[in-house]
C-alpha cells in the first residue's frame, strides 16, 4: 500500500521567505503527484500536478519537483505571504485513488 | 470555468439513518472518485467510477454503497449511520484514465455529514 509523509507537520515563517514543503512515498510506479492547498473546513484546490515523466512544475510562486526513483516531490514556495496560509497536502497517484500525506499546516505572519 | 458541485453542502442524520450524497461533476469528465475525510484526518479514497463502472474500491464500509449515471453524476447512499460516519466528503472528477496517464483530479467543495 502506498504510504506518503509530509515534512514538516507544521511550519511558521515571517512574510517575504521562500521555503520548502517536503512529501515522500513508498512505492515509486506511480503515474503523478498532485499537490493541493486546503483553507480550513474547506475543500481541496490542486496547485500542482506532475506527471511520472515529468522533474518539475511551476505556476506562479510555486514550484513542485519530483524524484521518482527517490520517492520525493517537493513544493517551493517563493515570496511567502500571509494569505498562503493553509494545509498543504501532497497525493500519489499509483493508479484510480489518490494516496495523500497527513499535510503541512503553513502560517506566514505579516 | 465549471467546477465540481455536490450536494448538500450540509447534512445532519441521526444515527442509524440513511444519508445520500451527490456529485455532479464537470461537463466532459467521465471519472468520479469519493473521498472521507474525518476531522483532523486526510482524505481517503472510497470508490470510483469510470463510464459507470466500478473502477476501483478503497476503504468503503459495507454500509455504504455508490453509483454512477448516464448523465455521470454520481451519488453515494450511506445507510445504518454510525457517529463515526460524521466527515467531510468529496467528490472529484477527471478525464478517463487512459494509456496509463492519469489526469489532475478535481475536488468539489464537500459535503459535511454530521451524524447525532
Known amino acids: 500500500k502506498q504510504e506518503v509523509t509530509q515534512i514538516p507537520a507544521a511550519l511558521s515563517v515571517p512574510e517575504g521567505e521562500n521555503l520548502v514543503l517536503n512529501c515522500s512515498f513508498t512505492?515509486?510506479?506511480?503515474?503523478?503527484l498532485q499537490w493541493f492547498r486546503q483553507d480550513p473546513g474547506k475543500g481541496l484546490t490542486s496547485l500542482l500536478l506532475?506527471?511520472?515523466?515529468?522533474r518539475e512544475q511551476t505556476s506562479g510562486r510555486l514550484n513542485a519537483s519530483l524524484d521518482k526513483s527517490s520517492g520525493r516531490s517537493t513544493l517551493y514556495i517563493a515570496a511567502s505571504q500571509p494569505g498562503d496560509s493553509a494545509t498543504y497536502l501532497c497525493?500519489?497517484?499509483?493508479?484510480?485513488?489518490?494516496?495523500f500525506g497527513k499535510g503541512t499546516s503553513l502560517l506566514v505572519t505579516p | 470555468a465549471a467546477g465540481v458541485i455536490q450536494s448538500p453542502r450540509h447534512l445532519i442524520k441521526e444515527k442509524r439513518e440513511t444519508a445520500t450524497l451527490k456529485c455532479y461533476p464537470i461537463?466532459?469528465?467521465?471519472?468520479v472518485y469519493w473521498y472521507q475525510q474525518g476531522p483532523g484526518q486526510d482524505p481517503q479514497f472510497l470508490i470510483s467510477?469510470?463510464?459507470?463502472?466500478?473502477?476501483d474500491k478503497g476503504s468503503i464500509p459495507d454500509r455504504f454503497s455508490a453509483q454512477q449515471f448516464s448523465d455521470y453524476h454520481s451519488e453515494l447512499n450511506m445507510s445504518s449511520l454510525e457517529l463515526g460516519d460524521s466527515a467531510l466528503y468529496f467528490c472529484?472528477?477527471?478525464?478517463?484514465?487512459?494509456?496509463?496517464?492519469?489526469?489532475?483530479?478535481?475536488f468539489g467543495p464537500g459535503t459535511r455529514l454530521t451524524v447525532l
Open positions: 472529484a472528477s477527471s478525464l478517463s484514465f487512459f494509456g496509463g496517464a492519469a489526469d489532475t483530479q478535481y
Open positions: 512505492d515509486s510506479a506511480i503515474y503523478n
Open positions: 506532475i506527471q511520472s515523466s515529468q
Open positions: 497525493a500519489a497517484n499509483s493508479g484510480y485513488a489518490l494516496n
Open positions: 461537463p466532459r469528465h467521465d471519472t
Open positions: 467510477f469510470y463510464e459507470k463502472m466500478q473502477s
